[in-house]
């Protein structure tokens, strides 16, 4: 089988200027005097193949340099020192949106970024019309593009870009994109371009959905590749690191970049694990067991009543969310400088499988943000006996003498 994609040698670093000339009085003055830079490694030395037809994943911290290289890949940028090697034609799904103008319509964006993106000229009118119908935008077709939410926006350039003739697929946290069901529809799309044997890239932090979709996985930290293989493999192992950095306490807070938080901070959790049910921090889980995500929470000001919440996901697809508020559990309002401890326990009645758990806090009265972690957690579930599906149900079987009635009943009718 050829290589769709060759990566030989590549390194790239980035020149940070830790001084900032603004004007000419000042660049003719320092013109003499060399200004400060910092040298950022974001790529060392990275080698690997992907074979044509391959779904592949590319997992790792965030600043480990999957974006960069995504960008190389795409030719977006130019590595220091080695080469890359592209056989067939490329669509990357980075930036989503990037060149989209807000004075014109839906219809014409998605127009402009079609033509861009080489769409056949006869056939712009007809995936414009695709491209809008799976965005669900169809009442916004006319609207011009500044009066819709971000939301859209990205739904609309990545519907766009899906319609792409293209052999190769780089895609960069896509996943991310649009709400559950979109997210679904999203994945039937993938599913038909591997049957159409194209080649994706797919970087992304949910672990479950790596394992589930993809092929073969490299895993980037700190700029170089420390592992590629199946995805059993390179995840187990990425997560039993995780999982040692977390107990060691360097990621005692939740700022750490393996995970993406929002929210206005008058709540935040601190710290995260996850137990089992001997209340050891385990990465790995025995299905139907129980376990206890234990969380560290700091108040920062004095907010109305906290509402806890956590989404358990696997693959992309939300498996289980419940909050303190559906479960019956009041939370007495946070004094600023308090600290906690909250603790969801929950059954792992779950199918073998990687999961992420991502946690909230929201004000119960004005239902705004505190605290929004995703992949606050992630691990693997083992022992079940599910042939397929998510959910372990326990079942059992038995094979007893039926009673002699039942039986003759049975032959009359």
């Not at 529809?185 to 591997?194: G, N």
């Not at 909050?323 to 326990?345: C, D, K, M, S, Y």
């Amino acid at each position: 089988m050829s290589n769709a994609i060759e990566v030989h040698g590549v390194s790239k670093t980035f020149h940070i200027p830790h001084e900032r000339q603004t004007t000419l009085i000042e660049r003719l003055l320092n013109g003499f005097r060399p200004l400060p830079v910092e040298e950022l490694a974001a790529l060392d030395d990275v080698s690997f193949e992907i074979p044509a037809g391959c779904f592949a994943g590319l997992i790792g911290y965030n600043g480990s340099g999957k974006s960069t290289l995504l960008k190389i890949l795409a030719g977006l940028l130019v590595p220091d020192s080695g080469r890359v090697v592209v056989n067939g034609t490329l669509s990357p799904l980075l930036e989503l949106g990037l060149g989209f103008h807000a004075e014109l319509t839906v219809r014409e964006n998605a127009a402009l970024y079609g033509a861009v993106l080489g769409y056949p000229e006869h056939e712009i009118d007809q995936r414009v019309d695709e491209v809008i119908r799976f965005a669900e935008l169809e009442r916004f077709r006319d609207a011009k593009l500044k009066s819709l939410s971000s939301g859209m926006l990205v739904r609309l350039a990545f519907s766009t870009a899906l319609r792409a003739d293209a052999d190769i697929l780089l895609l960069d946290e896509v996943l991310a994109v649009g709400d559950v069901q979109f997210q679904r529809k999203c994945m039937d799309v993938f599913a038909d371009l591997r049957q159409q044997n194209k080649t994706i890239v797919l970087v992304s932090h949910d672990v479950g959905a790596v394992t589930a979709y993809c092929e073969k996985v490299f895993w980037l930290d700190h700029g170089r590749l420390v592992m590629q293989g199946e995805p059993h493999e390179v995840v187990t192992t990425y997560l039993a690191l995780s999982q040692q950095v977390i107990d060691d306490g360097a990621s005692s807070n939740l700022d750490h970049p393996a995970h993406h938080r929002t929210g206005d901070g008058r709540v935040r959790y601190v710290a995260v694990r996850l137990l089992d049910d001997t209340d050891t921090p385990v990465t790995v889980l025995r299905t139907r067991t129980r376990a206890v995500l234990s969380l560290d929470v700091e108040g920062r000001s004095d907010p109305n009543e906290p509402v806890f919440g956590m989404v358990l996901r696997r693959g992309g697809e939300v498996i289980y969310s419940t909050n303190t508020t559906l479960i019956g559990a009041r939370v007495a309002p946070f004094a600023a400088g308090e600290h906690r401890q909250v603790r969801f326990a929950f059954d792992v009645a779950l199918a073998n499988g990687f999961y992420v758990i991502d946690i909230a806090i929201v004000d119960r009265v004005k239902a705004t943000i505190h605290d929004w972690v995703t992949n606050a957690v992630c691990f693997q579930v083992e022992g079940s006996t599910c042939h397929d599906g998510i959910a372990d149900l326990a079942a059992g079987l038995d094979s007893v003498p039926a009673p002699a009635g039942a039986v003759a009943a049975g032959r009359e009718s």
